[in-house]
């Protein structure tokens, strides 16, 4: 896989065990043991996420080797929000047009509450 | 695939082509003849990339049996935001440790540039 850092920011963060494996590690160092745990999987399984992220730059590990501890580098985070910023307008254009849209149902029927709910 | 939707989101951005096709979106409402064009691409691989996109609830597309344009759908791309914004502390903190670094190194040698060039 020789795929640009951006492809591989975003695919290792395609997957929710990786995603809750660096909201851990935000909490601190910790070694694939201690990663393992709260998952219920095994080692391997746990090990082969770890070197997805770590291939993202995404984890970075100690030298000692018993225990490796992982870390967070959020480098690799910060350019994958800096790409999906240029599309802020977009999104908060769909949400002004739902906004705008829903005034206007609410003034074409001012007594209601629009969803049928009874208080 | 059943994956969740922010699986789904992370791994339609992480290729280059599905990432240019949402730029190109940004400019407007596109054919597929259209989308195709600046990637040299065969319509049947402009096609592949687009499902995905739409799987992820990236793109949606005209109803026009012969045209069906594509137009962008940023939602997905505020909640892949949403879940990045969370690490925003960690990579401040990376650079905030680097700007320190380089500080300290600068302080040990006024006069230096520090990075051995000659002026």
């Known amino acids: 896989m020789s795929a640009d850092p951006l492809s591989q920011t975003f695919a ?9 494996i660096l909201a851990r590690l935000c909490t601190g160092e ?13 080692l391997p399984a746990v090990s082969k996420h ?6 993202a730059g995404l984890v970075a590990r100690g030298r000692e080797a ?12 910060k ?16 949400l002004d047009r ?11 029927n001012p007594k209601g509450d629009g969803n049928g709910r009874k208080s």
């Open 12 to 20: 290792a963060l395609s997957d929710p065990t990786r995603r809750a």
């Open 30 to 42: 910790a070694t694939v043991t201690e990663l393992a745990e709260p998952f219920d999987m095994s």
């Open 50 to 55: 770890l070197k997805v992220l770590e291939r």
């Open 66 to 77: 018993q225990w490796r501890p992982c870390r967070l580098e959020a480098g690799p985070l």
């Open 79 to 94: 350019d994958a929000t800096d790409w999906l910023e240029r599309y802020r307008q977009f999104w908060e254009q769909s």
């Open 98 to 108: 739902l906004e705008n849209y829903l005034k206007q149902l609410q003034s074409q």
